[in-house]
């Protein structure tokens, strides 16, 4: 690839032309940044490519992992639409884990959110030089030209140029600055808002996209490696006899634990490791070992003792967070009535379909990954750190991802990979068991809440005292880390949606004992069902509507800054409240036995209400219909936002009806998902998703928002059907499902 | 020992020890990755695969099983799959894909059974594979459309 273009380095697109006749235009594209960023060293490395081929083929590069969230074809999208592109020549190829490329970690429901702006400003801008190259072609004006389909167009006289026609041309154009390019109208958006569908969808339904455990490159090796049952235990003594005996394997190794430095990556677990020549017969050696472990200090971690100590803990003064305001104690004073309630949510565990796995190949002073992770540079990073290899010499090829929900961030399991191939001096392919993913996970944290809140004469909410404990995911990263973090309490917690004069938050020491990581929606499923479920206790109590009920407590209408990148809108939260609660015909008349709740939750800038039905027959609970609406404000794909809130919808209905991980003497007490279950076919629901007309207001979270609403608007709808209520889950704790 | 396997219409000469599971033989000896490993104890149907006409989950099967059967996998091609990855492209159905291998082929083996099944029947037929997405709706929506495709075909 040999640069001919001129190189504005101040608006950091650049052009290069290729050994194959085309033209690769880069930009910069910071992490969370919305603008481009000026670039004042001069080693100018173009993070983003759009490459235009002479035959009108355009690739474009996705930059984050796709684990079923779409980003590959949202982002393309927005490319392709600012650019006047006809989506059949699109294809979208995957970047590898490289800073160059900007933050490439997936998560917190933002890719869309930071990269719009970018991804329009890069399609806008290879427009514009596609006109200039036009209408050099044909000594015009460039305010004559237009682009529309793949063409350039003469309005003068209606010639028109074929995008891939312009490559020589274009790669001698100067760029134009930034602020020259104008960015289509609301009006005229092509592909944005509209339904587009998956770019992966011939590969979805032939099974011929590659994950992480479909890699296969030549004399690879598998492993399967046994872990001590309780986190952090060690190998007391190894018998691998039987394990080599096995057919298939090949030799059996001692992995030793490697611990992550204070405050950063997340290092491997060790145990003892079975290399084999398939999959299978990797699996059958590590059951035929005989391990003796050192339990270590974990040992005598019982969920249920746990659960115990920290719902003490909420019944007792603890640290009062700051954002508190107000007198709750006058507020409780003054009462007409004060209502209280606890609240637990157990463990959970992620269990994409995909088991963890990843396949490395170390070669001396070079090592080669392929892994199905949501943040590839900092499993490079923590190669580099644990194998002492400098960054320049790790490649990770991003796979797909056959779900993610938060696992698939840690890279713990491809330091595993890299240790063995190492190890072998082979390139292996490291392949978790379901028990394994249930056993050893980075768990979302199970909490305690206890909720105490007044009335006035009138039903109106005086006072809200919350406590929460729940075992931080700063554990993972600092230990000894005891309480919930400030970004942990952010979640719902200290910025819940309600107008109250008179708040306290209270936050409760609780220990880790297992690896705690994080979950779709995260702390959110504690406040959503939390805050949720006591606001309908709260409405019961004042004897109101929940819906009047939580619009009162949303308050006036009124814009909070703050220091959040986006405000928050309360007229935003009580419009989708309305919208929704239309759509399912709320306060309708109901069958005896059936019952319709809701929950409304503010998160990743969005905004989501969640109206569930239910039917409760003998003593068994039927989830008939959901209706969730969300505004996200600017949508890029919108049958895409409407996949992922039905995602969410069944998401919310597993964690609801099933979850839940428990341990006795420290070892995890679920095996697969025959102990650990999900919701399936049978239970899933008619599910009705309005997203939001708002396309004026820049977007914010999809992958995650619908999720934490939908357990408490389950437990509301139970309690609207049967008088009872549900103040722990799961369901199946209580015999309802 | 040495099978003789029959995928797809092709035929495979392979070595695995006889107590392999299908799916393990399938994807590590074949080489055909599309047939998925998601829990190992026929407990979430990605490993679905068809034979003689039959859904199976390939984990829990023995290679020796599919001696002198017809074999069918994700990548294979028959007339009412091809009429599901029609409509499963049109309800642009799967998020992250990886368990759609087998709820094709387990859509495929009802549409094989029942030209025309109920909201019922697909919850039946569809119960035991798991999409930890959540695309179940939209599934049972395609099922729905490829019958509708059939008929208008």
């Known amino acids: 690839m040999s640069e001919i273009g001129q190189v504005n380095r101040r608006d950091f697109i650049k052009i290069f032309s290729l050994a194959s006749g085309g033209i690769i235009l880069g930009c910069n594209v910071s992490s969370d940044k919305k603008e481009f960023i000026p670039q004042v060293d001069g080693s100018f490395s173009p993070n983003l490519f759009v490459q235009l081929q002479k035959d009108g083929n355009i690739t474009l590069i996705a930059s984050r992992s796709e684990m079923g969230q779409g980003i590959r074809t949202s982002l393309a999208s927005a490319i392709a639409d600012e650019m006047e592109a006809d989506w059949k020549y699109i294809t979208v190829k995957q970047a590898t884990g490289d800073a160059k490329y900007g933050n490439q970690n997936t998560d917190g429901s933002r890719s869309v959110r930071t990269l719009l702006g970018p991804m329009r400003k890069m399609g806008a801008t290879a427009k514009a030089i596609l006109i200039t190259a036009a ?22 006289n209606n010639d028109k140029i074929f995008f891939g026609d312009l490559v020589d041309e274009a790669a001698k154009v100067s760029i134009p600055a930034e602020e020259t390019v104008p960015l289509k109208k609301i009006e005229d958006f092509k592909y944005i808002g509209k339904k587009i569908k998956s770019v992966d969808l011939k590969d979805f339904t032939h099974g011929t996209a590659t994950y992480g455990i479909d890699v296969r490159i030549p004399n690879l090796k598998f492993a399967a490696i046994a872990r001590s049952p309780v986190t952090f235990g060690s190998v007391k003594s190894l018998d ?10 090949e030799d059996v190794f001692e992995m030793q634990r490697l611990v992550p430095p204070t405050g950063q990556f997340f290092g491997a677990l060790g145990g003892v490791a079975v290399v084999a020549n398939n999959t299978w017969s990797a699996f059958q050696g590590k059951l035929n070992l005989n391990i003796e472990w050192n339990s270590g200090e974990n040992e005598s971690f019982n969920t249920d003792d ?11 003064k603890a640290k009062v967070v700051p954002g ?18 606890t609240y637990h949510v157990p463990f959970l565990v992620h269990s994409p379909m995909e088991v963890p796995n990843a396949t490395a190949w170390f070669q001396g002073n070079k090592i080669e990954v392929w892994a199905p992770v949501q943040d590839p540079q900092t499993a490079r990073a923590e190669i580099a750190h644990f194998f002492k290899i400098p960054l320049e010499n790790i490649t990770i090829h991003v796979t797909f991802l056959g779900g993610g929900f938060g696992r698939k961030s840690k890279s713990d399991f491809v330091v595993e990979a890299v240790a063995l191939s190492k190890k072998i001096n082979a390139p292996v392919q490291v392949v978790w068991t379901r028990e394994d993913d249930i056993q050893h996970s980075f768990y979302h944290a199970a909490s305690a809440q206890y909720l105490k809140g007044s009335i006035d004469a009138e039903g109106k909410v005086t006072g809200w005292l919350q406590r929460v404990a729940l075992p931080s995911i700063t554990s993972s990263f600092k230990p000894f880390s005891e309480y919930a973090s400030g970004f942990e309490l952010g979640m719902g917690f200290t910025n819940n949606p309600y107008n109250l004069k008179n708040f306290r938050l209270e936050n409760a020491k609780a220990e880790a004992n297992l690896r ?25 109590a004042a004897k109101k509507d929940p819906l009047q009920f939580q619009l009162d407590l949303i308050g006036k209408d ?15 939260l009580k419009n989708v409240l309305n919208v929704v609660t239309e759509k399912a015909k709320w306060g309708r008349e109901l069958p005896k036995g059936s019952g319709l709740g809701l929950a409304v939750h503010y998160s990743f800038y969005s905004y989501v209400v969640t109206v569930v039905e239910v ?12 209706w969730s609406a969300i505004d996200c404000g600017l949508v890029l794909n919108k049958d895409n936002v409407v996949n992922q809130m039905e995602g969410a919808v069944i998401f919310g209905m597993s964690l609801a009806m099933y979850g839940k991980i428990s341990t006795k003497n420290g070892a995890v007490e679920q095996h697969n998902f025959f102990d650990y279950q999900m919701a399936r076919m049978k239970d899933a629901p008619t599910i009705d998703i309005t997203v939001i007309d708002n396309m004026e207001t820049e977007p914010s979270g999809v992958g995650e928002p619908g999720v934490p609403p939908v357990a408490p608007a389950i437990c509301n709808a139970i309690f609207n059907a049967t008088g009872k209520r549900i103040r722990s889950l799961p369901l199946s704790d209580h015999n309802l499902v | 020992m040495n099978y003789s396997l029959s995928i797809n219409g092709k035929n495979h000469e392979i070595e695995a020890q006889k107590d392999m599971p299908l799916l393990w033989a399938i994807r590590d000896i074949i080489g055909l990755t599309g047939t998925k490993f998601g829990c190992g104890v026929s407990q979430c149907g990605a490993c679905s695969i068809l034979i003689n006409g039959n859904l199976t989950r390939s984990c829990s099967m023995p290679v020796s099983y599919g001696i002198g059967k017809e074999i069918f996998t994700i990548e ?3 007339e009412n799959l091809e009429f599901l990855r029609e409509s499963w492209n049109e309800g642009n159905v799967p998020q992250c894909g990886y368990c759609q291998s087998g709820q094709l082929i387990a859509a495929t083996s009802l549409l094989n059974k029942n030209e025309n099944p109920t909201d019922q029947d697909i919850d039946t037929a569809m119960s035991g594979n798991i999409c930890r997405c959540g695309t179940y709706t939209r599934i049972r929506k395609a099922i729905h459309r490829a019958v509708e495709l059939k008929k208008e075909a």
Do not use: M
């Open chain 1, 135 to 156: 209408a050099r072609k044909w000594n015009v004006a460039e305010s004559v030209c237009k682009a529309e389909n793949h063409f350039i167009i003469n309005t003068n």
């Open chain 1, 240 to 249: 691998a006899s039987d394990a080599k005996k096995t057919s298939g394997v």
């Open chain 1, 306 to 316: 746990f659960t115990k100590k920290i719902t003490e803990r909420v019944h007792q």
């Open chain 1, 324 to 341: 508190s305001k107000g007198s709750v104690t006058s507020a409780f004073k003054e009462a007409e009535a004060t209502i209280e309630a």
């Open chain 1, 516 to 540: 705690i990581g994080w979950l779709r929606s995260v702390v959110h499923i504690h406040s959503g069902f939390g805050n949720n479920s006591f606001v309908d206790e709260l409405a019961f």
């Open chain 1, 558 to 572: 009124r814009i909070i800054k703050g220091k959040s990148p986006q405000p928050y809108n309360s007229q935003r």
């Open chain 1, 615 to 626: 039917s409760v027959k003998n003593e068994k609970v039927i989830i008939n219909n959901v």
């Open chain 2, 76 to 78: 294979g091609s028959s």
